[in-house]
């Protein structure tokens, strides 16, 4: 079984650009996350969705970050504009149905770097 | 608002010991809580769900303690290995419309051959 795909793996901005991150999940997952983890620190939940539909977006900074997963199944996250203290890897994880007892699968991130 | 602490200082220990972890929470009582393995670059490993009304939980030589009353959760790695070397990573579920995962910061583990 295929995992969560993310791309791009790396990327450098310079502060006020935009930049954009997609994710797959795995096939048949509903339940689909994007975390932003700091260096030094856990995943931080920015924003949950349940096929096409949000379930979470409590601490997505809405001024600067949208994102959308148009289909039930891709997603992309946004950044516009980008601030220094956005640096830090953005990781993409599905789950099944979203159930408190399930394993949320991650991606393998993108890793952020504002200058 | 809901907090996780989990030892900052990575943990050192020689193969073949047993390797402790602990995770305290506040302000929240989790129906679940949640351990993963996260290594360099790469995105978190789910390892074992421990239940509210479970007291412990054992997966091969890993094994969760779930103290509701103490609200900490220890984990702990058995004939440990090179191999475990890896920050692990604890979080407790939100039970809302949401089962919200909330991370502890993480505990780096150095196991020394």
């Known amino acids: 079984e295929a995992g969560v795909a993310q791309s791009p793996r790396y990327k450098i901005i310079e502060k006020r650009q935009s930049v954009a991150f997609w994710c797959n999940p795995i096939?048949?997952?509903?339940?689909l996350y994007w975390y932003q983890q700091i260096l030094g620190q856990g995943p931080k939940l920015l924003i949950q969705?349940?096929?096409?539909?949000?379930?979470?977006d409590s601490q997505l900074p809405k001024d600067r970050f949208s994102a959308e997963r148009l289909k039930g199944v891709d997603s992309t996250l946004k950044i516009q504009p980008a601030k220094l203290e956005d640096s830090a890897v953005y990781l993409c994880a599905s789950s099944l149905r979203g159930l408190g007892q399930e394993t949320q699968y991650f991606g393998p991130g993108t890793r952020l770097l504002v200058l | 608002s809901q907090k996780i602490e989990q030892n900052s200082e990575a943990l050192n220990i020689q193969e073949g010991k047993t390797a402790t972890l602990t995770c305290n929470y506040t302000n929240y009582s989790p129906a679940y809580l949640q351990w993963y393995r996260q290594d360099p670059g790469r995105g978190p490993v789910f390892l074992l769900l421990i239940r509210e009304n479970e007291k412990e939980k054992r997966k091969e030589r890993l094994k969760v303690t779930f103290d509701t009353t103490l609200k900490q959760s220890l984990f702990h790695i058995t004939a440990s290995q090179p191999a475990d070397s890896a920050t692990y990573l604890c979080a407790l579920v939100r039970m809302d419309s949401s089962y919200k995962l909330i991370f502890g910061s993480g505990t780096r583990l150095l196991v020394r051959p």
């Open positions: 096939s048949g997952h509903a339940t």
């Open positions: 969705f349940q096929n096409n539909g949000v379930v979470d």
